[in-house]
C-alpha cells in the first residue's frame, strides 16, 4: 500500500483582491511508497510548497483527494512532521523545549520531555545548545533544531520543504548524510522539495521533476544507485544530464509563452 | 563604579530643580503657605508617615493606611482589567465571530473618557470603594485589551502552523502559541494600563471616596494645606513608578527570551 496517494490534484488560490484566480497546481497525481525518499525538484513558485503543504494539510486542494497511509488528510497532524522553509521556531522557548514541544502538547512531565529531547538534539549535533533561544541561533542551527522537532514525533512521513538551502556546503553535506542515516534507521517515509538538482539526486531513491507554472510532474525519474552517492560517477552526471536538460526545455518553453 | 556614577547623573536634575525650589521658597517672593519648601513639605510628609509631631493634623501617622486604601482599589481594578482585557482580548483576535459581535460595541465605549462616568459610577455604587474599583477598571481594562488584540492578530501563523503540525488542538494553540507571541505586546498594554490606573483613582478618591491619597490631596487643598498635597503627589507619583517598576522587573523575566544577546543560559 502506497504511504502517501495524490489523486488528480489541482489547487486554485483565489485572488479576490486582483480579481484573478492563480493555476498552481494542475492535476498532479503521485503515489510515494512507503519507505521512499521521493524528491520535488522544480523552479521556484512551481507549487512545490503547496503540493507539501497540501500533503501537511496546511490547504485543502480545490479537486482530487490526499490520502495518507490509507486515510484522507484533513487536516495536520502528527503523523506527518513537517521542516519548514524557514524554521519556525518557538521563539520563548530554549532549543530542548521547542525539540520536545509535541511532548509538552502530551501533558509529559519536564524531567520526560528533557529526556526525550536529548537523543534528538545529539542526533542534528547541537549537544551543548540545549538551553539557547532560537534568537541565540545561526540560521543553519535553527534548521536543525527544526529537523529534530520533526524527528521526535516519529512520524511515519517526514516533509522537507528545502531545509539545507540556507546551509554553507560543509554543513549541507553533513546534514544530508545525517538525513540518510536516519531515514534508512527510522524506515519512514520522505518528501523532499529542493530545487537543487545535486540535492535530489544525493538525497532520492526518486525524483519528481516538476514544470513551472502551473505545477505538474513533468517526469518521474527512479534513481538505483548506490549510496553513499557518488557524485563524480558516470550515472550521476547520466541522471544530472537528462535533469538539466528537461529543465532547459521548461525554460525555453515558458519564453516562448512569454513571447508569443 | 560605574553604576555609582550613574545614579549621580540621574539624580543630578531633580537635586537642581529641589535646591532651586528651596530656595525660591524661602526668597519670601511668595508667600510660603502658597509654595511651601521642600524641607517643609518632606517634614509635612514625614509626620503623614511616622506621626512625630503632628504638623499634618489629623493626618499624622496616617501615610501606609492612606496608601494602601489607594492601592488596594488600584490592585482589585487593575486585576480585574488584566484578566478580563487579556481574555476578551485574545478571543477577539483569535475568533472572527468574537470579534464581529463584541468589538463594535468596546470600540464605541472606548472613546468615552472614564472619568465621565463618575456620576453613573457613584448612582450605581455609592460612596465608597466600588466606583473607584470601577473606574480603574474602565482606564486600565481599554488598553489592555487593544494590546492584547494587536499581540494575537501579528502572531506569526507559521508558529499556529508548526504547532498544529505538532498536533496541537485549538485549546493548546491559545495557550502555548498566540499567548507567548501576544505577551509582549500584552505587556506594554499592562505599563499603559498601571499609569491609567493610578491617575483614575487618585480621581476616584478626590469626588466619590473618603479615604486614599487622592481625598487627602484634596481634603488638604480645601484647608489650604498645600504642603500636604504636595506630599500627596509626590506619594502618588512614587507608588505609580514603583508599581510600573514592578511591572517592568515582571516583563523582563517573562520576555527574557526576546534579549537574543542574554549569556545567563550557556551549557545544559
Ligand atoms: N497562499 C497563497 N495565496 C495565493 N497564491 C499563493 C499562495 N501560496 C502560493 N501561491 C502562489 O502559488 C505559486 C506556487 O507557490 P509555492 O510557494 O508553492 O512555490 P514553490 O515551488 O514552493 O517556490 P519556492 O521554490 O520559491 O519556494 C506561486 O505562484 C505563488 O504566488
Ligand atoms: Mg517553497
Same mark, same amino acid.
Given at each position: 500500500m502506497a504511504s502517501i496517494e495524490l489523486r488528480n490534484i489541482t489547487k486554485i488560490f483565489r485572488d479576490a483582491k486582483r480579481k484573478r484566480d492563480?493555476?498552481?497546481?494542475? @492535476?498532479?497525481?503521485?503515489? #510515494?511508497?512507503?519507505?521512499?525518499?521521493? *524528491?520535488?525538484?522544480?523552479?521556484? %513558485? *512551481?507549487? /512545490?510548497?503547496?503540493?507539501?503543504?497540501?500533503?501537511?494539510?496546511?490547504?485543502?486542494?480545490?479537486? %482530487?483527494?490526499?490520502?495518507? %497511509?490509507? /486515510?484522507?488528510?484533513?487536516?495536520?497532524?502528527? @503523523?506527518?512532521?513537517? #521542516?519548514?522553509? =524557514?524554521?519556525?521556531?518557538?521563539?520563548?522557548?530554549?532549543?530542548?523545549?521547542? #525539540?520536545?514541544?509535541?511532548?509538552?502538547?502530551?501533558?509529559?512531565?519536564?524531567?520526560?520531555?528533557?529526556?526525550?529531547? =536529548?537523543?534528538?538534539?545529539?542526533? !542534528?549535533?547541537?549537544r551543548g545548545f540545549e538551553n539557547h533561544f532560537p534568537a541565540e541561533l545561526s540560521g543553519g542551527m535553527s534548521q536543525r533544531v527544526g529537523i529534530a522537532r520533526a524527528l521526535l514525533l516519529n512520524p511515519q512521513v517526514i516533509l522537507m520543504d528545502e531545509p539545507f538551502a540556507a546551509l554553507d556546503a560543509q554543513t549541507k553535506m553533513d546534514m544530508q548524510e545525517e538525513l540518510v542515516?536516519?531515514? =534508512? /534507521? =527510522?524506515? *519512514?517515509? #520522505?518528501?523532499?522539495?529542493?530545487?537543487? !538538482? @545535486?540535492?535530489?539526486? !544525493?538525497?532520492?531513491?526518486?525524483?519528481?521533476?516538476?514544470?513551472?507554472?502551473?505545477?505538474?510532474?513533468?517526469?518521474?525519474?527512479a534513481l538505483d544507485l548506490p549510496r553513499p552517492r557518488d557524485t563524480t560517477g558516470p550515472r550521476f552526471n547520466d541522471h544530472k544530464r537528462h535533469i538539466l536538460n528537461l529543465i532547459r526545455e521548461e525554460g525555453l518553453q515558458q519564453r516562448q509563452v512569454a513571447v508569443a | 563604579m560605574t553604576a555609582l556614577s550613574k545614579s549621580w547623573e540621574r539624580a543630578v536634575v531633580p537635586l537642581f530643580i529641589l535646591a532651586t525650589w528651596e530656595v525660591f521658597s524661602r526668597s519670601g517672593f511668595l508667600p510660603a503657605a502658597l509654595l511651601p519648601a521642600p524641607s517643609v513639605v518632606l517634614h509635612t510628609w514625614g509626620d503623614w508617615i511616622f506621626g512625630f509631631d503632628e504638623t499634618s493634623q489629623g493626618n499624622? $501617622?496616617?501615610?501606609?493606611?492612606?496608601?494602601?486604601?489607594?492601592?488596594?482599589?488600584?490592585?482589585?481594578?487593575? $486585576?480585574?482589567?488584566?484578566?478580563?482585557?487579556?481574555?476578551?482580548?485574545?478571543?477577539?483576535?483569535w475568533w472572527r465571530w468574537v470579534e464581529r459581535t463584541v468589538e463594535p460595541t468596546l470600540q464605541m465605549?472606548?472613546?468615552?473618557?472614564?472619568?465621565?462616568?463618575?456620576?453613573?459610577?457613584?448612582?450605581?455604587?455609592?460612596?465608597?470603594?466600588?466606583?473607584?474599583?470601577?473606574?480603574?477598571?474602565?482606564?486600565?481594562? +481599554?488598553?489592555?485589551?487593544?494590546?492584547?488584540?494587536?499581540?494575537?492578530?501579528?502572531?506569526?501563523?507559521?508558529?499556529?502552523?508548526?504547532?498544529?503540525?505538532?498536533?496541537?488542538?485549538?485549546?493548546?494553540?491559545?495557550?502555548?502559541?498566540? +499567548?507567548?507571541?501576544?505577551?509582549?505586546?500584552?505587556?506594554?498594554?499592562?505599563?499603559?494600563?498601571? $499609569?491609567?490606573?493610578?491617575?483614575?483613582?487618585?480621581?476616584?478618591?478626590?469626588?466619590?471616596?473618603?479615604?486614599?491619597?487622592?481625598?487627602v490631596l484634596w481634603d488638604s487643598y480645601y484647608f489650604l494645606r498645600y504642603d500636604l498635597v504636595l506630599a500627596a503627589m509626590a506619594s502618588i507619583g512614587l507608588l505609580g513608578y514603583a508599581t510600573d517598576a514592578l511591572i517592568k522587573v515582571l516583563m523582563s523575566a517573562a520576555l527574557h527570551w526576546q534579549h537574543g544577546s542574554t549569556l545567563q543560559s550557556r551549557e545544559g
Open positions: 492563480l493555476l498552481a497546481i494542475d @492535476d498532479v497525481s503521485l503515489s #510515494v511508497e512507503k519507505n521512499e525518499f521521493l *524528491c520535488l525538484l522544480g523552479s521556484s %513558485g *512551481c507549487g /512545490k510548497s503547496t503540493l507539501l503543504n497540501m500533503i501537511a494539510g496546511f490547504e485543502k486542494p480545490t479537486e %482530487g483527494s490526499v490520502t495518507v %497511509g490509507g /486515510k484522507a488528510v484533513d487536516g495536520p497532524g502528527a @503523523d506527518r512532521g513537517m #521542516v519548514f522553509q =524557514q524554521a519556525n521556531l518557538m521563539p520563548w522557548l530554549p532549543v530542548w523545549e521547542n #525539540v520536545a514541544f509535541h511532548l509538552r502538547l502530551k501533558g509529559w512531565r519536564k524531567a520526560d520531555r528533557r529526556d526525550a529531547a =536529548q537523543d534528538y538534539i545529539d542526533m !542534528v549535533g547541537l542515516a536516519i531515514w =534508512q /534507521k =527510522q524506515r *519512514c517515509t #520522505v518528501v523532499f522539495v529542493t530545487h537543487s !538538482v @545535486d540535492e535530489a539526486l !544525493v538525497l532520492g531513491t526518486r525524483v519528481a521533476v516538476m514544470t513551472s507554472r502551473p505545477g505538474r510532474i513533468r517526469e518521474l525519474i | 499624622t $501617622g496616617r501615610w501606609l493606611a492612606d496608601a494602601l486604601s489607594s492601592a488596594t482599589r488600584v490592585a482589585a481594578g487593575y $486585576g480585574i482589567a488584566v484578566v478580563s482585557g487579556v481574555a476578551l482580548g485574545i478571543a477577539i483576535g465605549l472606548r472613546p468615552v473618557p472614564p472619568v465621565s462616568w463618575i456620576p453613573l459610577a457613584i448612582i450605581w455604587f455609592g460612596i465608597a470603594n466600588k466606583p473607584a474599583i470601577f473606574l480603574v477598571f474602565l482606564g486600565a481594562f +481599554f488598553p489592555i485589551l487593544m494590546n492584547t488584540i494587536h499581540g494575537v492578530k501579528t502572531a506569526d501563523r507559521n508558529l499556529i502552523r508548526a504547532a498544529s503540525m505538532m498536533g496541537a488542538t485549538e485549546q493548546q494553540l491559545l495557550r502555548h502559541v498566540v +499567548f507567548p507571541a501576544a505577551l509582549p505586546s500584552i505587556f506594554a498594554g499592562l505599563r499603559i494600563g498601571i $499609569g491609567a490606573a493610578w491617575m483614575l483613582t487618585v480621581t476616584a478618591e478626590m469626588v466619590a471616596v473618603k479615604s486614599g491619597l487622592g481625598y
